[in-house]
């Protein structure tokens, strides 16, 4: 079973916006609640990056270039986090992934392509 399940990425015009959606089908409230969750974004040719991250006490960061355009949240009952993405760039055109951390266990998405383009 996949550890980390994604959704929502798709084809989208400069200036619109998208929610990519990340869940942990297998966890139970306390486990995914214990997490920390990020999202990251590798573009062709670049390394991949942070993008947002929503702490396990709370709390929330964001890379600079994304800062006021891109809010991550959570639903810790619904065992997912979210990244809803407006305003978006040609620049932001990449693949996202999901990361997961809590104690040793780390664990990765399969990746949803975002494709910013006219």
């Known amino acids: 079973q996949r550890q980390l399940v994604e959704s929502g990425g798709g084809l989208v015009q400069p200036g619109g916006s998208l929610t990519l959606s990340c869940k942990e089908p297998?966890?139970?409230?306390?486990?995914?609640?214990?997490?920390?969750m990020g999202w990251y974004r590798q573009a062709p040719g670049n390394q991949r990056e942070l993008v947002a991250m929503s702490r396990s006490g709370g709390g929330t960061n964001y890379a600079d270039s994304v800062k006021g355009r891109f809010t991550i949240s959570r639903d810790n009952n619904k065992k997912t986090v979210y990244l809803q993405m407006n305003e978006l760039k040609p620049e932001d055109t990449a693949v996202y992934y999901c990361?997961?951390?809590?104690?040793?266990?780390?664990?990765w998405g399969q990746g949803t392509q975002v494709t910013v383009s006219s």
């Open positions: 990361n997961l951390k809590r104690a040793s266990y780390d664990t």
């Open positions: 297998g966890a139970i409230l306390s486990t995914f609640s214990a997490s920390t």
